[in-house]
């Protein structure tokens, strides 16, 4: 069955970086790509990016450019995000998803994970 | 970018109850990509409705989707306790995915 697993919750100080993983299981990982979205909290669900698995080609919502950056790596299919000078505004759950047939969905999710940045 | 609302943004209804979420779109959206989520409190959402109409798998049938357009609809039949919960559109338009703001449904 297919699964989506993310690692684990993080605490990081003003300006540091974090980088969070999302490890694809039970499909053909490179066939189906992967977003992410953040959640602050108690707000909405915010698209970020995506990545396409095959390539490792990106395309980031204008608001992250500049702060994120995705990657993969196929012989563990897992997927990474990275949030560089890291705010307090960026504390948030963020989490991966996957593109269903035609990426115009997303269906399948990670459980999430939890960023806080605070001194 | 397209926008989406929702509305209202919170509904207050009882168990048994009928449930009409609205989602309308700034732009028109290909009716292919518009799709409907539930997310529960501390968990991921989880895909309700694709294709503006069509159940994803293991979805009740309590749960139906429609409209074309700028204007769409969820609406959960008969209300159980385990829908209570807060309620996404999302849409997909010139590569980019975008959410609407949420509708809660909570208890009565």
């Known amino acids: 069955q297919v699964q989506v697993v993310q690692s684990g919750a993080e605490v990081k100080k003003p300006g540091a970086s974090v980088k969070i993983s999302c490890k694809a299981s039970g499909y053909t990982f490179t066939s189906y790509y992967m977003h992410w979205v953040r959640q602050a909290p108690g707000q909405g669900l915010e698209w970020m990016g995506i990545?396409?698995?095959?390539?490792?080609?990106?395309t980031y919502a204008q608001k992250f450019q500049g702060g994120v950056t995705m990657t993969r790596d196929t012989s563990t299919s897992t997927v990474y995000m990275e949030l560089s000078s890291l705010r307090s505004e960026h504390t948030a759950v963020y989490y991966c998803?996957?593109?269903?047939?035609?990426?115009?969905?997303?269906?399948?999710w990670g459980q999430g994970t939890l960023v806080t940045v605070s001194s | 970018e397209i926008v989406l609302t929702q509305s209202p943004g919170t509904l207050s209804l009882s168990p048994g109850e009928r449930a009409t979420l609205s989602c309308r779109a700034s732009?028109?959206?290909?009716?292919?990509?518009l799709a409907w989520y539930q997310q529960k409190p501390g968990q991921a959402p989880r895909l309700l409705i694709y294709?503006?109409?069509s159940r994803a798998t293991g979805i009740p049938d309590r749960f139906s989707g429609s409209g074309s357009g700028t204007d769409f609809t969820l609406t959960i039949s008969r209300l159980e306790p385990e829908d209570f919960a807060v309620y996404y559109c999302?849409?997909?338009?010139?590569?980019?995915?975008?959410f609407g703001q949420g509708t809660k449904v909570e208890i009565k």
């Open positions: 998803a996957r593109g269903g047939n035609s990426n115009v969905y997303f269906d399948y």
């Open positions: 999302q849409q997909y338009g010139s590569s980019l995915w975008t």
């Open positions: 294709g503006a109409s």
């Open positions: 990545i396409n698995p095959s390539d490792g080609s990106t």
């Open positions: 732009q028109s959206v290909s009716s292919n990509y």
